[in-house]
């Protein structure tokens, strides 16, 4: 919180030592100030005390009463004075502005007369300030009153007036009374704006010491707050203004170089760790692909060893019962029912040998024969579309066609190529009623645009993508994983033998390529093959041949 805050602190410290100087300074400029003054007033009362006694000199060797008392009465009538007097030894009051006292006793007891009884020395050896005292009168009023001491000279003495000045040193003394009030309202006035002075100066020492404690202390320090927050938070880029004084300009320059340091090797241990990654990724890479290959081959090979025993142990009984079956239908009228029985029996004896050819020619993918050439993606679509069209045209099933003439070439085996779209074009012809559709779709992708499926992240690489969407009965997510794998059909039994998208997916994976499939189980089905084109294929055989099988 700001209140708790080092600058706060620093301020509120410091602001307390200016004003516990401030109020020292402040009471000693007072104090010398009021002596000053009151010295000052001190000095003015025994000057017109001793202009009197200078005054009344002239009248006091002539023995001019009047005068005395003229000259006391005219001085004594300034607003500023209380009173004036001269008394003898005795304390016998002669003259006075007051005519009252004239002829009193001088009360020696009184406050006003304290000073000078309680001295030590003669008061005619006492200081203006031993001779001067400040009381309060009978009404209130303070009072400064300085005496001056008339002595006894030579010229004064006589047979009619006073004894030699050996004998008596001092004739009287002369007591002069201000009133203290305007001296008090001018001390007052000085202690004012002495105070007001002072807070001023405390006001502006404090925002001066805020601002300079704040610009030195509290803003290099949140910088520094503020950046060790963003460096935990993992932005290394922020760094820290070294502007800041000796110290914390130091602390700001050892931070920027600990957090330069720290994104440096947060840099290198990114790229140590990318590197690993794709090492690993790689790695594991080459063991799927070995792991993958390892699989197919044993259930190729299986499937071989079962096709080649199969083929040997069936072809010829099969052969015999077609046979056969041919010479006696010959034999039999062709409207009776034997004819149509023995029909029946070549039809599915033909079918027999089907499903061991089919056989043969899954197992002989174990060691392919390719032929690879440089093919444009138009023309191989349009000479497999003239083989499907009567197929299209008999179960009634309307055909979209899209293909861009201007996609690159693709190297791959043309008879390969057309065997896979022939089974998905036939696949899609079987699975729609007549009055569906089959929409196929040609066109160039980025690989890139294909992470999300598996496919091999081959920067800068591009694919020929052939989309193969039929309006069928689609195809349940539950059998997306097995869809590829022998033997695995949707179809009723007697109608397919659940090799050939087995027999595609192997040729496109060894083409670089993959199969994708898509459906919403109940209305349409989406093949797609993604084939690389002439200037990546090389590099796509190196591809993860479980692609494909990652995608669907």
């Given amino acids: 919180m700001f209140y708790k805050s080092l600058g706060t602190k620093l301020t509120l410290f410091a602001g307390l030592l200016v004003t516990l100087g401030l109020a020292i300074l402040s009471f000693t400029l007072i104090s010398t100030s009021r002596r000053q003054v009151i010295d000052e007033v001190v000095q003015s009362s025994d000057n017109v005390a001793q202009l009197i006694r200078l005054s009344i000199t002239h009248d006091m060797l002539r023995d001019a009463r009047e005068g005395v008392q003229e000259v006391i009465s005219d001085v004594g009538s300034h607003p500023g004075v209380e009173r004036i007097r001269l008394f003898n030894k005795e304390g016998k009051i002669s003259y006075s502005s007051v005519p009252e006292e004239i002829g009193t006793l001088v009360d020696k007891k009184a406050e006003a007369c304290f000073q000078c009884h309680d001295a030590n020395e003669p008061i005619h050896h006492l200081t203006i300030a031993d001779r001067s005292r400040i009381y309060e009168n009978a009404r209130g009023e303070r009072i400064l009153a300085t005496i001056s001491v008339i002595p006894n000279e030579s010229r004064c003495a006589?047979?009619?007036?006073?004894?030699?000045?050996?004998?008596?040193?001092?004739?009287?003394?002369?007591?002069?009374?201000?009133?203290?009030?305007?001296?008090?309202?001018?001390?007052?006035?000085?202690?004012?704006?002495?105070?007001?002075?002072?807070?001023?100066?405390?006001?502006?020492?404090?925002?001066?010491?805020?601002?300079?404690?704040?610009?030195?202390?509290?803003?290099?320090?949140?910088?520094?707050?503020?950046?060790?927050?963003?460096?935990?938070?993992?932005?290394?880029?922020?760094?820290?203004?070294?502007?800041?004084?000796?110290?914390?300009g130091i602390l700001a320059r050892s931070f920027n170089k600990m957090v330069e340091r720290m994104d440096s090797s947060r840099t290198k241990q990114e790229e140590w760790i990318g590197t690993l990654k794709d090492e690993l990724g790689k790695k594991a890479r080459e063991m799927r692909?070995?792991?993958?290959?390892?699989?197919?081959?044993?259930?190729?090979?299986?499937?071989?060893?079962?096709?080649?025993?199969?083929?040997?142990?069936?072809?010829?009984?099969?052969?015999?019962?077609?046979t056969f079956a041919h010479l006696l239908r010959r034999n039999v009228a062709a409207d009776s029912q034997e004819c149509q029985d023995l029909g029946m029996i070549i039809a599915e004896a033909n079918r027999c040998a089907v499903i061991i050819r089919n056989l043969l020619d899954f197992s002989r993918e174990q060691k392919p024969d390719q032929q690879f050439q440089l093919c444009k993606p138009a023309e191989m679509l349009d000479h497999v579309m003239k083989l499907v069209r009567p197929n299209l045209r008999e179960h009634e099933i309307e055909e979209l066609c899209l293909v861009d003439e201007n996609l690159p070439e693709i190297e791959a085996?043309?008879?390969?190529?057309?065997?896979?779209?022939?089974?998905?074009?036939?696949?899609?012809?079987?699975?729609?009623?007549?009055?569906?559709?089959?929409?196929?779709?040609?066109?160039?992708?980025?690989?890139?645009?294909?992470?999300?499926?598996?496919?091999?992240?081959?920067?800068?690489?591009?694919?020929?993508?052939?989309?193969?969407?039929?309006?069928?009965?689609?195809?349940?997510?539950?059998?997306?994983?097995?869809?590829?794998?022998?033997?695995?059909?949707?179809?009723?039994?007697?109608?397919?033998?659940?090799?050939?998208?087995?027999?595609?997916?192997?040729?496109?994976?060894?083409?670089?390529?993959?199969?994708?499939?898509?459906?919403d189980g109940k209305t349409w089905t989406e093949f797609t093959v993604l084939l690389p084109t002439k200037r990546d294929r090389a590099d796509s055989e190196h591809a993860d041949p479980t692609s494909a099988e990652k995608a669907i």
């Avoid at 503020?226 to 922020?238: E, I, L, W």
């Avoid at 569906?436 to 690989?447: N, P, T, W, Y």
């Avoid at 091999?456 to 993508?465: A, W």
Wanted: with cysteine; aromatic share 6%.
């Fill in 158 to 248: 006589g047979d009619d007036c006073h004894e030699e000045p050996q004998i008596k040193s001092v004739l009287g003394v002369l007591d002069v009374g201000v009133f203290m009030a305007p001296t008090e309202k001018r001390i007052g006035e000085n202690t004012r704006q002495a105070i007001f002075i002072s807070l001023v100066i405390l006001i502006l020492t404090s925002v001066g010491l805020f601002l300079v404690i704040y610009a030195t202390v509290n803003r290099p320090i949140w910088g520094l707050i503020n950046a060790t927050r963003q460096v935990a938070s993992g932005d290394f880029s922020h760094k820290v203004s070294p502007t800041a004084a000796a110290e914390i």
């Fill in 289 to 322: 692909t070995m792991q993958y290959r390892t699989m197919q081959a044993e259930k190729l090979s299986a499937v071989g060893l079962v096709a080649a025993g199969v083929a040997h142990e069936l072809n010829s009984p099969l052969m015999a019962i077609i």
């Fill in 413 to 519: 085996d043309p008879s390969q190529i057309t065997q896979v779209f022939l089974n998905l074009m036939l696949n899609a012809v079987q699975a729609m009623k007549p009055g569906g559709k089959l929409s196929v779709r040609v066109d160039e992708v980025a690989r890139e645009d294909f992470k999300e499926h598996g496919f091999p992240p081959d920067h800068g690489s591009s694919l020929i993508r052939f989309r193969f969407l039929d309006t069928g009965h689609g195809i349940s997510q539950a059998n997306f994983g097995k869809v590829f794998d022998p033997f695995f059909t949707t179809k009723p039994a007697g109608q397919g033998s659940g090799l050939g998208l087995s027999v595609s997916h192997g040729i496109v994976t060894r083409h670089g390529g993959a199969i994708i499939i898509d459906s």
